[in-house]
């Protein structure tokens, strides 16, 4: 299965703090590409990063990307609480599919 | 800035009916999909759609489903005779162009109850 797996499944921090979370799959990508999900409302997309690329940086987000390890992760630096929502890592091989992983849940505490 | 609307955003339907979820896709997007996300699970893959055919379907696009872009603004997806594990959040997403190396932009779903 292409399918993501996000490591942590559940993280808590106070507020500053930064937030590390992982994403590894199993097969060759184009791209992977980083959504958050706030309760009950549909995906946002926030970063995308290619193949090609090792490192990407948005705002307070960082992604890394290793392809000889099949993993990626999405660092939010300087937390708020705003930030409380799931975060998902999503994978594409060919074709117009994605995968999404199973998400890890960051709680960001005042 | 521009989003994906989906309707309703809660339905509820006896099992063994037909129900058609709506969504509005970004109007100058050419790509458009559906997904599922059954309670606490993850977000599966159902279906891609370009230039009036399905591109891409998963094992859970089964002859159940079915999708349509009835006019130019439209996107439905139909569930002929629903089940009770059909209960789930729909999402709709669509895309400028195709996956590779383009985002995808999400409505905010309709919540599909079978009962």
């Known amino acids: 299965s292409q399918q993501g797996e996000e490591d942590p499944q559940a993280l808590s921090i106070q507020e500053g703090e930064n937030a590390t979370m992982n994403c590894s799959y199993k097969?060759?990508?184009?791209?992977l590409q980083w959504y958050r999900q706030n309760s009950g409302r549909g995906l946002v997309h926030l970063i995308l990063?290619?193949?090609?690329?090792r490192e990407k940086h948005s705002g307070r987000l960082r992604v890394t990307l290793d392809t000889s390890k099949k993993s990626s992760s999405l660092l939010i630096t300087a937390s708020r609480a705003a930030d409380t929502a799931s975060y998902f890592c999503?994978?594409?091989?060919?074709?117009?599919?994605?995968?999404f992983g199973t998400g890890t849940s960051l709680t960001v505490i005042p | 800035e521009p989003e994906v609307t989906q309707t309703p955003s809660h339905q509820v339907t006896q099992m063994g009916q037909e129900v058609i979820l709506r969504c509005v896709p970004i109007?100058?997007?050419?790509?458009f999909y559906w997904y599922r996300q059954i309670l606490g699970q993850k977000v599966e893959f159902l279906v891609s759609?370009?230039?009036?055919?399905?591109?891409?379907k998963s094992e859970i696009f089964d002859d159940q489903f079915s999708v349509e872009r009835p006019d130019g603004s439209n996107f439905t997806l139909k569930i002929r005779s629903t089940k009770l594990e059909d209960s789930a959040m729909y999402f709709c997403?669509?895309?400028?162009?195709?996956?590779?190396?383009?985002?995808?932009?999400f409505g905010d779903g309709t919540r599909l109850s079978i009962l």
């Open positions: 997403a669509s895309s400028e162009t195709g996956v590779p190396y383009q985002p995808q932009h």
């Open positions: 097969t060759s990508i184009n791209n």
């Open positions: 990063i290619r193949s090609n690329e």
């Open positions: 999503a994978t594409d091989a060919t074709g117009n599919q994605f995968y």
């Open positions: 109007s100058n997007h050419l790509y």
């Open positions: 759609f370009y230039n009036n055919e399905i591109s891409e």
